[in-house]
Each structure stands twice: as C-alpha cells, then as structure tokens.
C-alpha cells in the first residue's frame, strides 16, 4: 500500500536538472550561471549532493574543478544551484556541467552548458533599414488601398448619375 501511494504521489524517481543549452559573456565581467532543479521529493540537506565541473571542450575527458572565482550563487530552498564566475576570463570557455543529486530520485540529474567568452560586445544591429522597407511597403499598400477605394467610389457616383438621367428621360415620355 505505501509503494502504491509513494507511486501516485511521485510517478517518475527522477528529477529535471534546467539549464540554458549557452551562456555568452564578455571577457571581465562576472557572469551567473543557472542551473535549477525539480523533484518530487523534498530536499533533504542531509542527503542531497550538487556538483559543478569544467570541461575545455566536449572531447575533452578530464573534468576540473573550480578556482577561486567561483561562487555559489543559488538558493537551495528555490532548488537553484547556480553559479557566479567573477572576472571571465578567456581560459573559462567551455562546457558547465551540473549534477545534482537528491534521494530517493534514483538518477542522478544533470545539465549542461556551452560557455562562450566574447572579448567585445557584438554590434549593434542597425534596423534603419529594415524600418524603411517597411515603411515603404506600408506606404505603397495604403496607396493602393485608397485608390481601388476612390475608383470604387468613382465608378459609384457616375452610375448613380447614369440611372437618374434614364429615370428623367423616363418621365418625361
């Protein structure tokens, strides 16, 4: 009876680990990463185990931990685990992974991230030009519009004068 009921409460032993699939930050700043978790079971601190590691590239093998610059920045009771790395520097490039594990889930969770390091801002787009295409367009639209309206209007008008001259050259016969 107590599986069964441990069954409808929770259907699924296991968690989802959410993470962004990249993370793009300029070389000298600090930059947070995210990582949260969802579980049917409540965290027991006693338990529970997080773990964050590094990885150069996705062939690389050798996982390193972190240095100094590395601060946790979730809130366990949110179930957020993520990370602060203060001064990116270029050599933080690669792929975060996070790990969670929380019992009774039976698998442990994981996420991954591609971090990327920008040396310079990306420029900004310019959408002048796509603003006057637009525009023009529009423009040409309403243009056309407005003169199938007054030819509708026109062609109207000159029936309406059409059926009343042949309604006076009626009456007068």
Known sequence: MCIFASLIACPVNSMDVLVP????????????????????YKLDPSKFAMNWTYQETSNSTE????????????????????????DVQLTDEGIYNCYVRNPPDRIQGHGTIQFVVLTELPPPRDSTIAVAIGA???????????????????RRHKNQELI??????TRKL
């Open 63 to 86: 996982e390193i931990r972190f240095g100094d610059r590395v601060l946790f920045s979730g809130n366990l009771d949110k179930n957020d685990l993520s990370i602060t790395i203060l």
């Open 21 to 40: 699939p990249q993370i793009y930050a300029l070389n000298g700043t600090d930059v947070r990463i995210p990582c949260a978790f969802t579980s049917c």
């Open 164 to 169: 009343s001259d042949d309604d006076i050259v």
């Open 136 to 154: 023009s367009v529009g423009g040409i639209l309403a243009l056309l519009i407005l003169s199938m309206v007054v030819v509708k209007c026109i």
